[in-house]
């Protein structure tokens, strides 16, 4: 029997949902300072106003439900899973304002790519855009990575009586410190400091090669935010190709590699419990996976006629195989080389790339790596229960912050993941095509939505169709959540419009 | 026309010759075929010689017309002269003459393309020279600090087209470039002509152009927003009203407590 969804439920639920819009309406602010900061008056008043409609919406979404209450697991998968699409429209109004867009449509897609890291955009002339409205794509990519969740709990907005449903429910599992608050600003401290840090280092590069000072420092800020969240949004059109500086290539790669680091692990680090890290099944996988990958990579991109060169091979070809599996989605080629240059080798290992993904617990979207270690290491159980006497009880281990068996339940979990992913690839790619689009380029590109990787071949731009545009969005969403949440909500939301079966033949009886 | 006009009084000239008197038929054939039918008439050949010569018993008409004769020749060899001299100062212009001995060999073609078409572009113009017009955006990004080469990027004038171009340059070329653009400013527009790379082997596989000739074509704007109060009133009434709702919800959430 399904659960449903009452009007006690649907208040609390819309009382949540109220605080995290009045929330964004706090960070309406950073560009909104940034715009005084500039002197752009026309992207300030479009701040301002949005804040007011923010704080309009929140404050009436609060009066649903006065007195706070603690959320059962059922309605914290609805606050989650509805959060993202609700502050997606509201982060989406001033980017529809900034007259970049050519309809609501395309900002509220930049607004569900810009939230849920996956960095493909649809906007309009990118080059010319506002300071403000730059600050603002790379705030929901901060704000995003990190999770909505989990930046609502470190600031408390939930106020004491929280359990760990809605942490959970995001599609989170790491517990850094024993406390769900404390755990959330630990996070939120670690991205915080390495996202310091590497802006000093890439503005010190930007002045170097001869960008303004204050251009630099920007630029580098947005660069750091998006390359540590895994986003994919850069600053201008041409991408990371703008700089042509190997140096910033370098610090963003590294930057990358750190965020598709689960959270858990750089705490074990920075406690100084290295042998925990290298220990850990993941990065196993991730060693394993980088390694053969990049090798038929570069096997392949050494046959094509253009990047047979060794100095370009590492060049783009390492940066991309990072930017693929991070799923951050940055380019050092254009969208055309991809397409045209690119052996189909290396263009097809590029989205295999990409479809698996990184860590669970960081920033990165795909399957995981601990998902295909898992699932490689019950093919291992399942071969050694074939050899093993029926009498025999087999047991296969493995390190993920402690030791751990490998049990049917992880298994299942693993395997259902892994199944809705491969489906929503299939459908996502089907769509392309019947849109008339070519077979690799449409699964190329709904792997990178479902995946959250954000590169692109072109077919996401200003003017694509509009079924492929809402498909793309649900796509991205339901990667972000990892399709349990969301699909439980959609499930709990259908169930509950449906009417009760009246038993009037049985009360006769 | 002159030509024509002198040959035919050349043979004017030679049909008074051959006839050799006043009121004969002016026509040469006639009196070429019909020569031994006229009474005192002599051959042809005999009379051409002796106008020629100019003999005794035609002087009227012989002097004259071996005048004539004479210049026509000079006159035929002179045009001759003139039009091959002419011919030979502006063959290509010669619309009939295919050939243009002149022409010096070029294996590159030109090509006068969009910054749109080169983002889409694949191996035909790979290596080619081609032309494009856009506006210069963002920052000049030095090549190599202490070298002599920077980028600048060119951005279509056709916005919505959302393609741009990057383009390897002299310093001193980019230092015409007044200004850069960005929000508020419009970029110079340069028309650049350079050889195009889909993936150049000098920049590690980069796409860009390798630029020759640079020219401005329209110098950049500047368009700062202006501070207008009444942009910011619907703003200030909404988070005024918003403030309230919410001065009211917690409120009442004290008053149940």
């Given amino acids: ?509 | 026309m002159i030509a024509l006009a002198a040959f035919r009084r050349l043979a004017q000239g030679i049909c008074r010759a051959f006839q050799g008197a006043r009121g004969a038929q002016p026509s040469a054939f006639r009196s070429a075929s019909g020569i031994q039918g006229v009474q005192g008439a002599q051959p042809p050949v005999a009379w051409g010689a002796r106008a020629a010569s100019g003999c005794r018993g035609a002087q009227d008409v012989r002097t004259p017309a071996f005048r004539m004769l004479a210049g026509c020749i000079v006159l035929f060899l002179l045009t001759t002269c003139a039009m091959q001299t002419a011919f030979a100062a502006t063959g290509s212009d010669r619309e009939d003459n295919s050939v243009n001995p002149h022409q010096l060999p070029d294996s590159s073609f030109i090509y006068d393309t969009s910054i749109l078409d080169l983002s889409q572009a694949d191996s035909y113009y790979n290596n080619q020279t081609v032309q494009v017009v856009g506006e210069a955006i963002g920052d000049r990004i030095d090549a190599d600090p202490a070298g002599e080469h920077c980028w600048i990027v060119l951005a279509s004038l056709d916005k919505s087209a959302n393609a741009n171009i990057t383009v390897y340059m002299d310093k001193a070329e980019a230092a015409r470039i007044d200004s850069f653009g960005k929000y508020g400013t419009t970029g110079t527009v340069l028309r650049v002509r350079g050889t195009f790379h889909l993936a150049c082997t000098e920049h590690d596989g980069l796409s860009d152009i390798h630029a020759e000739q640079v020219s401005l074509i329209e110098a950049g704007k500047q368009s700062p927003d202006s501070f207008d109060t009444s942009a910011f009133i619907p703003g200030a009434v909404s988070v005024a009203l918003g403030l309230a709702m919410l001065a009211v919800f917690y409120l009442m959430r004290e008053r149940r407590r």
């Fill in chain 1, 1 to 509: 029997m399904w659960q449903r969804f009452s009007l006690y439920d649907v208040r609390i639920i819309g009382h949540y949902l109220g605080v995290l819009v009045l929330f964004s309406s706090f960070s309406l602010l950073v560009p909104l300072l940034t715009a005084f900061a500039c002197q752009e008056w026309v992207p300030a008043s479009h701040y301002f106003l949005t804040m007011g409609i923010t704080l309009i919406l929140g404050s009436a979404l609060r009066f649903l439900r006065i007195d706070s209450v603690r959320l059962n697991r059922q309605q914290a998968l609805a606050v989650t899973g509805l959060s993202w699409i609700v502050l997606a429209c509201v982060a989406a109004i001033p980017l529809y304002l900034s007259g970049h867009y050519e309809n609501y449509l395309d900002a509220l897609f930049d607004g569900v790519s810009g939230l849920t890291t996956t960095g493909a955009s649809i906007l309009q002339d990118l080059d010319h855009l506002s300071y403000a409205d730059n600050m603002w794509r790379f705030v929901m990519h901060f704000v995003g990575g990190l999770g909505l969740i989990v930046v609502a709990l470190s600031f408390g907005l939930f106020g004491k009586r929280v359990g760990t449903s809605l942490y959970s429910a995001e599609a989170r599992s790491e517990h850094v410190l024993p406390n769900i608050v404390q755990t959330t600003r630990t996070l939120a401290r670690i991205s915080l400091i390495i996202i310091v840090l590497a802006t000093a280092v890439i503005s010190l590069i930007c002045i170097f090669i001869g960008m303004e000072p204050l251009r630099a420092f920007l630029q580098s800020l947005w660069l750091a935010i998006s390359g540590f969240m895994t986003g994919g949004f850069a600053p201008m059109s041409n991408s990371v190709m703008y700089y042509h500086s190997l140096g910033i290539e370098v610090v963003l790669m590294v930057l990358m590699v750190l965020g598709s680091i689960s959270f858990v692990l750089h705490a074990e680090i920075w406690k100084g419990k290295t042998s925990t890290f290298f220990r850990d099944i993941e990065i196993r996988t991730l060693g394993v996976w980088l390694a053969v990958m990049t090798l038929v990579f570069t096997a392949s991109l050494a046959t094509s006629l253009h990047f047979s060169d060794l100095s370009a091979m590492l060049r783009r070809g390492l940066f991309m195989v990072i930017s693929a599996f991070s799923t951050t989605g940055y380019q050092n080629i254009t969208s055309n080389q991809l397409a045209t240059v690119f052996t189909s080798g290396a263009f097809f290992t590029l989205t295999m790339i990409m479809a698996v993904g990184g860590s669970a617990g960081s920033t990165s979207g795909g399957i995981k790596f601990s998902r295909v270690g898992i699932i490689a290491k019950s093919i291992a159980v399942n071969i050694k229960e074939t050899l093993a006497p029926d009498s025999a009880r087999v047991a296969v281990g493995y390190n993920h912050m402690g030791r751990r068996l490998v049990s049917p339940e992880i298994v299942k979990e693993a395997m259902t993941v892994f199944t809705l992913y491969i489906i929503t690839y299939a459908i996502g790619a089907l769509v392309g095509i019947a849109h008339g689009y070519e077979a690799t380029q449409a699964i190329f590109e709904s792997v990178a939505m479902t995946s959250n990787a954000g590169l692109s071949l072109g077919i996401v731009s200003s003017g694509m169709p509009v079924g492929l545009e809402l498909t793309y969005l649900f796509q991205m969403w339901a990667g972000r959540l990892e399709f349990v949440a969301l699909l439980a909500l959609i499930i709990e939301v259908v169930v509950s419009f449906k009417p009760r079966n009246l038993r009037l033949g049985k009360a006769r009886r």
